[in-house]
């Protein structure tokens, strides 16, 4: 991409601050301007965390420093979080610039002072820590060779996890016991391929270090305008009619150029959506299951005898609970059914969940779907009660003009950040971003104080030629993962 800077060679790998004093800084366009109750710059270090961590958290000392305005190269985001007078605590970001000099400076009404300090390497073979997983979608690859290229391009650009979709419809892109081969493979549903996906991008992974887990659709159930056709395994929809969800109306969702959903009310629904995570984990050596579509398609569904059954069941103990809070804990049952079988399989691994963008909407923003009310997904009840590793919040939308604007991508990940106590990878939607752009949102999301960042996704970073922006701006240094 033109006007990036060079990329640091593979050896530069941590991000130190050495402070080199203040007094003008390393900033030549503006000399300190000296007069009475000017602030002065004395000092600058870290303040917590290990100096490796993105952002840095930092606090520079000196004197008549309330009010200060904060300013720095275009290379740096800061972040201000206290300003007191002998003393600035901020968040340091770096945006793809090299090791080498820097300046932090400060501007009152009585005039201005900068420090300097340098980026600098420390040992070879160590890296920042986050993750950087790339969601691969089941209709990005048809051959081995694609997903050889994928793993390929995802090493060398730096991410760490690929999020490979295995299970879209209930059918597999993998050697399932349960669910018959995906259509997608060969034209027809249950045909074998004559080879594995999760086997080959598993085999190329290990080559280049990066980590794969199973990316599953929970209960998208089928699309297209008839029922699926006969194949081995059979369909779900073929054995288990009563897996539909149900329309208020009473009437089962149809089959049409949409998807039909599985209920998650349902108790054959869960087992079969934990064992298929079993299946995998027993014979695939992933580094975790990621669910997906693990909510309602909206709150008009599902009314199937099940989930009413087990909702009058449930009114007995508390008759002041609603059906949608009901239907909210039937997901939540499915993700805990999944962990249950990932444990019984005896393998430690992580399980990790796509969720919706917005949990809840405490702004106000006009025309907004919620996780909560909108497709009655509780995923902050799944981090307290500890049923997943990390949550995966996918926030679609730009940054605003102002902090706190409608659908801001600030906003959300910082509160996704605030409201959760496991793990937050921020999602980011790859299409019409530019390098600089995605750079923005990734360290964005590091100001937020997430765990990492998960692009979606394959095929836009191919489309949109940003694999070198990728590289050299947003993953300028190589990561450990981070969950």
Request: proline share 8%.
């Amino acid at each position: 991409m033109e006007g990036l800077a060079p990329r640091v060679p593979a050896a530069v790998l941590w991000v130190v601050l050495a402070s080199v004093g203040g007094g003008g800084g390393c900033d030549p366009a503006e000399p300190s301007h000296p007069g009475p109750g000017r602030p002065v710059l004395e000092g600058i270090v870290p303040s917590s965390g290990h100096p490796a961590e993105s952002p840095l958290v930092v606090v520079i000392r000196g004197r008549n420093l309330a009010g200060a305005q904060v300013e720095g190269p275009p290379y740096l985001f800061l972040d201000p979080q206290q300003v007191g007078d002998h003393e600035l605590r901020l968040r340091v970001g770096f945006k793809g610039s090299p090791p080498g000099p820097a300046w932090i400076g400060v501007r009152t009404p009585h005039g201005r002072d900068s420090i300097s300090f340098r980026v600098e390497s420390l040992a070879w073979g160590d890296s920042l820590s986050e993750t950087r997983a790339l969601w691969v979608s089941r209709f990005e690859f048809a051959t081995p060779q694609d997903l050889t290229r994928i793993l390929s391009r995802a090493a060398e650009a730096g991410f760490n996890l690929v999020y490979l979709q295995v299970r879209g419809r209930a059918d597999a892109f993998y050697r399932s016991r349960h669910e018959p081969w995906a259509a997608e493979l060969t034209g027809t549903l249950g045909l074998d391929p004559g080879w594995d996906p999760l086997e080959v991008a598993l085999r190329e992974a290990a080559l280049r270090g990066v980590e794969v887990h199973a990316w599953i659709n929970a209960f998208t159930g089928w699309s297209g305008t008839s029922p699926p056709p006969p194949s081995q395994p059979r369909h779900a929809f073929l054995d288990h009619p009563d897996w539909v969800m149900v329309h208020r109306s009473g009437e089962p969702m149809p089959y049409s150029s949409g998807t039909r959903w599985l209920t998650p009310g349902h108790p054959g629904v869960r087992a079969r959506l934990g064992a298929v995570a079993a299946d995998i984990l027993r014979h695939y050596a992933v580094g975790g299951i990621h669910l997906d579509f693990v909510r309602y398609p909206g709150t008009d569904y599902s009314w199937d005898a099940p989930s009413l059954a087990a909702y009058d069941s449930m009114k007995m103990a508390e008759p002041a609970l609603d059906f949608a809070e009901a239907r909210r804990r039937f997901v939540s049952r499915a993700v805990a059914e999944v962990r249950d079988s990932m444990r019984a399989v005896g393998l430690r691994r992580e399980l990790s969940a796509a969720v919706w963008g917005v949990y809840q909407n405490p702004l106000g923003w006009s025309g907004v779907s919620t996780g909560y009310e909108s497709v009655l997904q509780d995923a902050r009840a799944w981090d307290r009660a500890g049923l997943v590793d990390a949550l995966v919040p996918m926030v679609y939308w730009p940054l605003g003009e102002k902090y706190a604007d409608r659908l801001d991508f600030a906003w959300l990940a910082d509160d996704h950040v605030r409201g959760n106590r496991g793990p937050v990878f921020i999602g980011i939607y790859v299409p019409g971003m530019d390098g600089r752009k995605l750079a923005l949102h990734v360290e964005r999301a590091r100001m937020a104080g997430a765990a990492g960042v998960a692009l979606f996704s394959y095929s836009a970073l191919e489309e949109q030629k940003l694999w070198d922006a990728l590289r050299v701006w947003a993953f300028h240094w190589p990561a450990r993962r981070r969950g």
